[in-house]
């Protein structure tokens, strides 16, 4: 078994992409992805995680030339491909892991427990994904396929995976940071049901564009633990919402919920930090930005492998730029997306 | 420590981002944040101007005024965190008026913050400070 150091990394990584652009037309599946400026051509194996690939990503459906991107899913099992190596026996630092990479002008991630590597060359917009087997991936990776990818494709023109719910009304929007149990999901989900805008829940790509910050969807996925997805009612549009997902939530799509899908974009006008408050209504005041920040940032950078300095500097500015307030969510989802739509009907800010 | 000497940012893996006058800062190296009281935010800044600590003992803040004492253990705790280090070939700077008044306007007394909830996903090694039945993200106790 191949074993990688931080030495061989950036030529361990070329060689993958190698293998896989030789290997192309021993691919099963190839799907095509149509996002915000991206068209990316997916080379993969059938099962699990090209399902995902089909079901779970939004289509950007404005008229957009795209950057195009190659990404390959692979695994031994397809043509030539090796099997994954293991990292050596040093300790794996995951920010000299990143830097060394980074010096090739190459982005990676490694997960040890699945032998799963993801590398991808930001020149050459090319990227491989190995695996030991056609889904064998972190189980999150189905909620979220791609991810790490589009995270590296985006930070490298300026723009930002980010680890945030949307609501809107009329294309202006708010952003709902904060960490899991927060509410964010299910304060999504309400407003879906009220009849809000959404661009996503968990992740969705934001870009500074002059003055505007602009909020656009990359996946469809939403996620709901058992008692949120009682509380909300859920199973009236979702009678048999299958197994729990590996958090133990009920995970679906906006269109199972919402038949008019996503909202193409939203201009943002504040950022939302919302806490389950008990209290009966809720309430939106002011918060300081550095609580905000703090909100919006940890997670996004702790989730996504690399570029966590263009990142920090990136919700910095993104926080500098938007009011910010503290959401006291309280307990009837309704009421939540009332309090919302009307705080974005008042104008404020 | 040398407390009548200059120091800065200890390496290019402490980032930071000041907003209304609070610091927040980042080490990318080790996944954690850190917050400061306002009176912390001024010093902070100060101190990364190349403001020398001494400087600063007798200054108005909040009502009161710096002690050499409170800034001693301020400026302990900043390297011990890894945030600033001794530059001795720097120049020492003069605070600027603008940092002067906010301080003597700050109402929260000398304190940073550690924040270090996300740094396991960050930073802790997911093959051998992990969990071995657990797997990754459980770190080993």
Redesign the interface.
């Known amino acids: 078994m191949r074993r990688v150091t931080l030495d061989g990394l950036a030529d361990y990584a070329r060689g993958l992409l190698a293998a896989c652009d030789a290997n192309a037309a021993a691919f099963p599946v190839l799907s095509r992805v149509d996002l915000p400026g991206l068209g990316i051509d997916v080379f993969s194996d059938h099962g699990e995680l090209a399902t995902a690939l089909a079901h779970g990503m939004a289509t950007a459906s404005l008229a957009e030339q795209g950057q195009r991107v190659r990404i390959f899913l692979a695994h031994p099992g397809i043509g030539s491909i090796p099997r994954p190596a293991l990292?050596g026996e040093a300790?794996?630092?995951?920010?000299m892991f990143a830097e060394r990479l980074e010096a090739h002008g190459l982005r990676g991630n490694?997960?040890?427990?699945l032998h799963y590597w993801q590398f991808y060359d930001v020149e050459r917009r090319l990227g491989v994904q190995l695996m030991l087997s056609a889904d064998g991936c972190p189980p999150w990776e189905f909620g979220a396929p791609l991810r790490c990818f589009l995270h590296w494709e985006y930070a490298a023109r300026g723009m930002r995976l980010t680890h945030a719910g949307t609501l809107g009304v009329g294309g202006r929007g708010v952003l709902l940071a904060g960490?899991g149990g927060a509410g964010k999901s299910g304060t999504v989900v309400s407003g879906l049901l009220a009849g809000l805008d959404s661009v996503g829940d968990d992740y969705v790509l934001m870009k500074l564009d002059g003055d505007r910050s602009m909020a656009r969807p990359l996946f469809t996925t939403l996620k709901q633990d058992p008692a949120g997805f009682d509380r909300l009612g859920l199973a009236r549009w979702l009678p048999d919402p299958g197994p729990l997902n590996w958090q133990g939530k009920h995970q679906f799509r906006v269109r199972d919920v919402c038949s008019r899908g996503l909202a193409d974009e939203l201009d943002i006008v504040a950022l939302l930090v919302p806490r389950i408050s008990g209290a009966e209504r809720s309430a939106i005041t002011p918060v300081?930005?550095?609580e905000a920040?703090?909100a919006l940032?940890?997670?996004g950078?702790?989730?996504t492998p690399g570029e966590?300095?263009s990142g920090?500097?990136f919700f910095?500015e993104l926080?500098?730029r938007l009011p910010c307030y503290d959401l006291a969510l309280g307990t009837r989802g309704d009421e939540i997306a009332e309090t919302i739509a009307a705080f974005l009907d008042r104008g404020i800010p | 420590m040398g407390f009548s000497a200059i120091y800065a940012v200890s390496s290019t893996d402490i980032v930071y981002e000041t907003f209304d006058g609070d610091a927040v800062v980042l080490d990318l190296a080790s996944g954690r944040y850190f917050g400061f009281s306002d009176s912390g935010s001024c010093v902070w800044e100060a101190l990364i101007a190349q403001v020398p600590p001494a400087s600063l003992v007798g200054r108005a803040c909040g009502g009161g005024e710096l002690s050499a004492d409170d800034l001693d253990a301020f400026v302990a705790r900043l390297t011990e965190f890894g945030l600033l280090s001794l530059a001795p070939e720097a120049a020492a700077s003069a605070l600027s008026p603008d940092l002067a008044g906010r301080l003597a306007t700050a109402r929260e007394a000398l304190r940073i913050d550690m924040h270090d909830e996300l740094a396991d996903l960050v930073m802790v090694d997911p093959i051998h400070d992990v969990d071995e039945p657990a797997g990754w993200p459980v770190v080993k106790q």
């Open positions: 990292w300790l794996f630092n995951p920010h490694y997960f040890h427990d960490a300081a930005r550095k920040l703090m940032a940890p997670s950078i702790a989730q966590r300095e920090f500097r910095g926080t500098r």
